[in-house]
């Protein structure tokens, strides 16, 4: 067999690492996770000696610069790719300069984000496997912990969407398609909250289906600023004004004071309103319920060509 000639080489060389728009979506995954890795150890190796010193538990004074963090080296990550690919960071999921920017924020943070919660908080009133409590804030501490809790989780719907569904999914899915990309990184959203304390199947599945509506959010409205304020709102709903576990966790300074009778599989257990079935249902009405009311104003987002 004779050896390839330096043009084959070549040829080889081009067909592995790059198709007619460039390097190929998974070698640029793998950048993009090398570098947000590398940082993370790098913040990590840095924070170190400090460690045994920070607050443990739900303390927003380390919980606040967590999720902040956590958002900017995603934002600085996908920035290079973006030089890289001489592409706009708008493309990856959150263009600053569009318009309808805080408008779709504040939809998505109560009409699927805060309400859907409340609809179904009242459905497992109605059947007598919940109840909504007594205020245990007054006066001044409303609006502080409102105010914290209102920051941190507008930050963790920032972190996790852009982190998830920003330049991950743009990427992935011009490789693999743009819903088997939601549905790959869906799966993954979901298994991340396995490690969550007080977390059940049924908890772990209406992350994932969580995961899948925002993820349509996306497709049809073009970005993800909908999609971050429907996390935002769901979670600060649960957390702080109603008080429930939100993924098996609590946390100090909530409104209400929430009370759960009746079996888990209905009102979520330790997993909260997260781990109720009704959760499931919910999800799949809004799901279509979006794809029916924004059927009209679909954009095309995202690659779908199978070049990875």
Known sequence: MEPPTPGQERDTFEFIFFNERGLRPGWRLLIFLAIVSTIFMGIGFL???????????MVPAVLIPNEAVQFLVVVFASWIMSRIERRNMGEYGLPLRNSDALSRFIRGYIFWGFLPLTLLLLSLRALHAFDFGHLTLHNGQIFTWAGIWGVFFILVGLAEEYSLRGYLLYTLAEGIGFWPAAIVLAAAFGLLHAFNRGESRIGIIAAAGFAIFLAITLRYTGNLWLAVGAHAGWDWGESYF??????GMQVPGHLLNPQTPGPAWLNGGTVGPEGSILVLVLLIVMSVLFAVLYKNARKPVLV????L
Not at 47 to 57: D, M, S, Y
Not at 242 to 247: F, I, L, R
Not at 304 to 307: A, E, L
Request: charged content about 20%; hydrophobic content about 35%.
């Open 242 to 247: 109603y008080g429930v576990n939100d993924s």
């Open 304 to 307: 779908i060509t199978k070049n």
């Open 47 to 57: 924070l170190r000696p400090f460690a045994a010193r920070l607050p443990q538990g």
